[in-house]
């Protein structure tokens, strides 16, 4: 499978925001990327988008990103077939529907050399309902989940199919390392994959409480972004809870706080996604934001990921 510094030219399907991320990746690394969506101006929209994404504001230092080349060239193929024929490997981040997905996949499994890895950004579908509509290397196929936007934030779940063969996973995980990304493997598919499982937890318990007038939508999200979300994003949960504990890290945590915890588990909420809590939800989301644009908060949001990841790279922490 190619992968690595084999890999040169990038073939992207969809054009969306997780498109256009892949798409900026790619050139700034100095791969070569021909894109493809049916939309009516999609070119001109994937042209306008990336543009300030690869340029200098909009990276991150060579420490971080790795750009150390001049960035790739960008061409709009007419078709699937295009893309597939002329990728070293292939991320489709299509509509969230299965036959679309199933669709898309025997097209480009048509097209493309025998070598060269399909991958879906898919943020729940797994990839054996899928892998089965390429009838000639559908070993080649798997999710490569990226998490947004995908430029800059390095996690990608890599999850194979039932089909899948492990040199297709060792080969994604060596390109996307490459690429300056971090990812694990899935060993196992489920819905949702990892992370978003994680944070359907999360927003499980979030809606819950709201719903039942416990706390505001702002509230919410300042007990994460200014709580336990800080240390998160430096050492994920397990290693946070371990430093906890003192000299007796995580056993001593799950000894004396493990049943507490527990108890507060057959508490937790089941809550359903009726009209008025979605309009709880929004509503409280509105109200939070205040009329902030969203463009100027995203921005903000990116330069301040750029920084973080600076400062994690500076101290060993990422």
Known sequence: MRSGESVRTLGVVGTGAIGVSWVALGLEHGLDVVAWDPAAGAEERLRAQVSPLVEPQGRLRPSVSRP???????????????????ADLVLESGPERLDVKREIFAALDAAAAPDVLLTSSSSGLMPSTFQDACTHH??????????NPPHLVPLV???GGSATAPEAVEAALDTLRHLGKRPIHIRREVPGHV?????????????HLVDQGIVSVADIDTAIADGPGLRWSLLGPFATQHLSGGPGG???????LGP?????????????????????????????????????LVARRDQALRRLLEIKTDLGLS
């Open 68 to 86: 150390t080349q001049s960035a790739g060239a960008l061409r709009f193929a007419d078709s699937l077939a295009e893309v597939g024929a002329a």
């Open 157 to 159: 779940e890599v999850v």
């Open 250 to 256: 995580l056993s001593h945590v799950l000894e004396h």
């Open 138 to 147: 559908s070993e080649r196929v798997l999710v490569v989940h990226p998490f």
């Open 260 to 296: 507490p915890m527990v108890d507060w588990w057959d508490d937790l909420g089941h809550p359903e996604l009726t009209a008025g809590l979605v309009e709880k939800l929004v509503d409280g989301v509105d109200d939070e934001l205040d009329g902030t644009s969203a463009d100027d």
């Open 195 to 207: 992370a978003n499982r994680l944070q359907a937890a999360l927003w499980r318990e979030a809606y």
